[in-house]
Every structure is written in structure tokens, then in C-alpha cells.
């Protein structure tokens, strides 16, 4: 008989012999993965050597020597990532060396097929989820950020970099899946009858990756191709951001 429980990271419900969810499955191997990455970059930062732009995995070297001392709150985060990667690693059943590498153990627990059936999975995932906000708040934000949608957990808004695949929701904590969130938040505002200027169109849609002129949106409504809405306050005609979005689906561009 099939027996049903919670999952004691999220309280989805799961069955044996589960101890995580999917959903935290796919988070766990999400931080550790970002964990691995982002050590290069960390490892500059306790050094005082550059500031990274962790998107790119690369850094902007200082001129000079690096200034000492270390910078102790990147070395404390640095030496508990390996403690981290260490201690998951026995406790999965592997064999770590003293002079394995960080990043590597991070991806070998990543990686590992049935973790999610582990009496420690929900200890780990809570961990690197930990560890992983704490890294990306060591980095300054090089990207502009983008209106991404709602969380699907607690419906605040969610603001990411364009190229960024997953982002943590500044509220509830939780890791969202941005691929999909954009997809929903586009299938949404298909049906949306909120209207905008051609110009704030143009601009928002191209921060989303959607290039159209501000002449085009004018064009397409002269051709009787998107809805017209009224005009703001400012006396400036506004056009339906739902209807504009179908003409990018029918490629009329």
C-alpha cells in the first residue's frame, strides 16, 4: 500500500520511498550546480582580487595587488561550501578526498540518481538552498532586471535577468523555474486587455527579448492588426498588449 506524506521541505505530498519532492529535488541539484559555478568567482571575492559578474563566470581584475586581509565573510561562506560538499558527499555514500576539488564534489552530488530517496535529502536541499542565497548575495548585480510574473507559491513579483534561468522569489524564498514562469506570464497576457503607450510597448517587450518599434505597434494598428485603446491622461493613444503579443505568435513582424 502506497503511503502519503509531506514533503518536509515544501509540504507537497510525496510517496515512499521519497523524502523530497520533485520540485525540491530539481532545487537541490539547482544549488549545488550554481554552488559549483560560482566557486571560481567566490574564491576572487575572499581575495579582494575583483568584483564577478557571475553570469559570465568571469571577473574584473583590480589594478595592483590584491589588498589584505581576506575578506573574512567570503572566506567564513567559502570554507562552509566545502564542508558542505564534503559532509553531503559521506553522507551520500561517497568517498571524498582532502584534495578534491569544491566544485567538483557539488556537481558529483548534483548528479547523483535517487537522492531523492535519501534519508538526508531534505537536510541537504534546506543547505544548499542556504549556502546558494548566500553566494548571490555576495555578487553585485551586473544585469538589468526584468518583470519576470508572479510566484507561483506566494504570487509576488518576480524580477530577473533576461538570460537567467531560475531566480529565488524575494518573499517566500522559493526557486522558480523561469522558462516556465515567462511562458505562463506570456499565455496570460495573451488574453490581457491592459493597454500601454506604443513607446511603453516597445520597451518593455524588448526587455523581454520581443524587439518591435514603437512605429511598428502604430503600423500594426493603422492595419486594423491589434486592438486600440483609449487615450491616457496624457492624451496619448494607448493599444492592448494582448493583441500585440499574438502579432509576435503569428511572426508579423
Known sequence: MTHTHPCPTCNQPITNPHTICKQCTWQYQTDCTQLAALTPDLTLITTKQANPNPHHNS???NQGSAPLPLRTDA???QSRIREYAVNASLLLGLKPGDSDDVAGMLR???ALQHVDRSPVAPQLAATARELAGEVWAMFEPREPRT???HCPSCNAVIYAPLAS???????CGQLVDLT???EETLRRLRSSRTTKTAGELSEWLTSWGLKVSKRTIQRWAQEGKIVVGPEDANGRRTYQIGS???RF???DL
Open 147 to 149: 518583470f519576470a510574473g
Open 165 to 171: 534561468k531560475a531566480a529565488y522569489c524575494s518573499q
Open 59 to 61: 571577473a574584473r581584475q
Open 249 to 251: 505568435d503569428a511572426g
Open 180 to 182: 516556465w514562469l515567462r
Open 244 to 246: 500585440i503579443i499574438k
Open 108 to 110: 558529483t552530488i548534483a
Open 75 to 77: 572566506f567564513d561562506l
